[in-house]
């Protein structure tokens, strides 16, 4: 069973040395600073990987994909067969192509459907006083997005749900059996994905309509068009890619104004500050940890010689605590300025899906401040992080409050 470093982009927990109790995944920023002021580019033998965990480092590396592949070895079913998993040039034209569909315009239009989205979500909980903000918000919104966005029927909403449960699904534990059984599903679930897809990309060629699918259908570059296979695979890389970060977006967004409760009236008072907040949650608790890259030839990054073949960790999360690019950079500020934080990574593969992400954060927060007043956690509440070195959030966020 492949359960080496790679399989940190599936999401799987495999042992990292900061990030071993609860606490230490709930709050893995200690670690971070340690590694960062004493040993910021580290040979982890354990994982067989360097770790990097400085802003500098690892702008360094993700800008320059030529050293440092974004091409890994096969880490599970999910990702890596998509543009997230390519290098130059194959990886410029195909994200000039998928551009072409996936426009912040075309993104922006959204807006109108996801407040109706989430007025739909938060609407059934303002009779109550308490809610698990992921599974009745931060959760289902994406998906529906994403599903509206490719164009899946409603009639076909419950099989698309039940497929991304699966897709962001984590073992429970590292057992062989756990571990297996998980393999399986997931594989069984790619299949399903691939079969649904392709139907409905042939579909689209036919009878194109207003959807991402058609849309990708007909992107073009200079003659070059998408196969139904490149096509299927990028549908699937959003399920993938999108959904569990947005989610983890958001109730991260709250989590953090439930620890600092002022920030709630603040925000509520200057609804102007929301945009700058958003940049901040996404520095602050990064919803994605970490990437990783493979050495394309020896080179050195901090004094440290890396040879090709080793595969390098790129810890984000940890750069966007560094205290030599955000100042105080252990406190939340609602209006930090400037704040370029590498939450959707640098460089070539910069997130596809910010624009989307952030929409939905912009549209969501406001409506979840101005429908529940004094959230505070129940008493008693003991977070628990997602069993991931690659995600950060936590699996529920029990929140209780005054409509
Ligand atoms: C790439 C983070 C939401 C689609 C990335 C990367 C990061 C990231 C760090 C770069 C990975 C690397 O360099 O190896 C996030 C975060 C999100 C989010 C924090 C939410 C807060 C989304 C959404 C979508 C999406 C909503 C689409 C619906 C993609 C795609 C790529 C990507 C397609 C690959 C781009 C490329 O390889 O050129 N994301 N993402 N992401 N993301 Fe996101």
Redo the contacts with the bound molecule.
Sequence with gaps: MDLSPNTQLTGLAIPVEGMHTREERLNPFPWFEKMRKTSPVTYDEHRSSWDLFRYDDIVAI?KDPVTFS?VRPTAGPVLLGS??G?DPPK?HQM?NIVSKAFTPKAISELEPRIAEVVHELVNPLKTKQQMDLIHDISYPL?VIV?AELLGVPPEDRQLFKDWSDVIVKMPEDSTENEVQSFFRERQKTRQELDDYFMKVVTERRKNPREDLISRLVHAEVDGQHLTDHEIME?CI??LA??NE??T??ISNAIRKFIEEPHLQEQLRQQPELMEKAIEEI?RYY???LA??RVVTKDTEIGGKQIKKGDQVIAW?ASANRDENKFPVADQFKVDRTPNQH????N????????P??RLEARVALPIILSSFHNMEFPEGTELTPIPSTFVYGVKALPVQYNP
């Design positions: 993700l974004s543009i997230i390519m990886h994200r994406p994403i990028f890389l959003l890619a999108g970060t947005t983890n977006l996404l990064s919803p994605v990437t990783n984000i590498l939450a959707f990574g460089g070539a593969h910069f997130c596809l899906g910010a989307l992400a």
